[in-house]
Each structure stands twice: as structure tokens, then as C-alpha cells.
Nanobody
Framework: QKQLVESGGGLVQAGGPLRLSCVASRTITSVFNTADWEWYRQAPGQQRELVATLTNRGNTVYADSVKDRFAISKDSRRKTVYLEMNNLKPEDTAVYYC????????WGQGTQVTVSA
């Protein structure tokens, strides 16, 4: 069983929304709650980039490119981290991954988001 399982990606037209989920079912609850959680994305030929962070205190930080369009949240009971994405743009096309800090887990398979113009 993988440590991180991302889902929710798909093909969407520009301007549309998507909601990504990342389940960390193997992470014990206390670790889930005390970690900072992050969403990353990697476009073809590009390095993986950090797009959103949710600290254990509930603070959020976003990359400038997604600010005011993306929102990160979590459900501790479900050990799931979400990324709400609105007003998607073709440049948001990438494979999206989540992970935690400190002590990153093995990377999941990611979920593909493709935004058509």
C-alpha cells in the first residue's frame, strides 16, 4: 500500500475547476496533524515545483502563479489533503503530487491535470 495516493486530476477546459485529493492512510494521525503538507507539480521537461503549503497551524502559502486560484486544505479524520483549483489555465497542466515536511514520504504516482485552451 502506497504512502501517498493522489487523485482527482483530469482534462478540463481553461477557466474550469478541479479538486485534487491526497490520501496518506499509512501516516499515523498524530504525524498527519503535526506535519506541514504541500502540493507540488511537475510539467513535462520541468522540475517539480512547490505550489501550495498548509502548515500545522493552519497557515497557507501559495506560489505566485496560483495565488487566489488554488486553495489547500486537509481533513484529519480522513487523513486527506485537498487542492481546490479554480480558473485553471493551460500553464497549470502538470502531474500534481503531495507530500509532507519534515520527513518526506515516498512520492506517490501523482495525478495528471491537463487544461485545454
Amino acid at each position: 500500500q502506497k504512502q501517498l495516493v493522489e487523485s482527482g486530476g483530469g482534462l478540463v477546459q481553461a477557466g474550469g475547476p478541479l479538486r485534487l485529493s491526497c490520501v496518506a492512510s499509512r501516516t499515523i494521525t498524530s504525524v498527519f496533524n503535526t506535519a506541514d503538507w504541500e502540493w507540488y507539480r511537475q510539467a513535462p521537461g520541468q522540475q517539480r515545483e512547490l505550489v501550495a503549503t498548509l502548515t500545522n497551524r493552519g497557515n497557507t502559502v501559495y506560489a505566485d502563479s496560483v495565488k487566489d486560484r488554488f486553495a489547500i486544505s486537509k481533513d484529519s479524520r480522513r487523513k486527506t489533503v485537498y487542492l481546490e483549483m479554480n480558473n485553471l489555465k493551460p500553464e497549470d497542466t502538470a502531474v500534481y503530487y503531495c507530500n509532507k515536511v519534515p520527513s518526506r514520504l515516498d512520492w506517490g504516482q501523482g495525478t495528471q491535470v491537463t487544461v485545454s485552451a
